[in-house]
């Protein structure tokens, strides 16, 4: 068993689908099965569509014999059945080796975007996670809004 692992559960708690844009390992790896319903084995690890009211499970761990702990990011982007909004929701997370805190964390990135911004949150449970081997459920929750548009002076 790795030294520093986390189990992760997005949950989308919205009312809009979710679909993939990437996965990154910036430290440690995924780990587990790929999960068999994906339809890209470039992303095995996660769906390609996560629906309103869906959620995903994936595992990081570190490296073998590395003594640094996983730390990545994955990134979906947020739908709307009448247009794309192209909000990015981005879940970074962090498990350090050492002694320091790991953190979980969801950010939206609305750059992609003219006209649409999601306004959203999210919660880490449990809120402080701590040991070795973590589990975490991280659950984003918000809603679409329009872009307020300045006026020429």
Not at 89 to 101: E, W
Not at 125 to 131: A, I, L, R, S, V
Request: aromatic residues 12%; hydrophobic residues 30%; proline residues 6%.
């Amino acid at each position: 068993m790795s030294a520093r692992s986390a189990t992760i559960t997005l949950v989308n708690h919205t009312d809009y689908d979710w679909a993939f844009k990437s996965a990154v390992d910036e430290h440690g790896k995924f780990d587990k099965k790929p999960d068999p319903h994906s339809d890209n084995a470039k992303h095995h690890y996660f769906p390609d569509h996560i629906p309103a009211q869906g959620a995903v499970t994936f595992f990081v761990c570190n490296r073998s014999g590395a003594m640094i702990g996983p730390q990545g990011v994955v990134e979906y982007y947020i739908l709307n059945d009448i247009k794309p909004i192209t909000t990015v929701m981005r879940c970074r997370f962090d498990h350090p080796y050492g002694s320091g805190d790991s953190y979980y964390i969801a950010e939206f990135d609305h750059t992609e975007d003219d006209h649409f911004e999601f306004l959203g949150q999210s919660s880490l449970e449990p809120t402080h996670p701590k040991g070795h081997h973590q589990t975490v459920t991280l659950t984003i929750s918000g809603k679409q809004l329009a872009k307020h548009q300045s006026k020429a002076s």
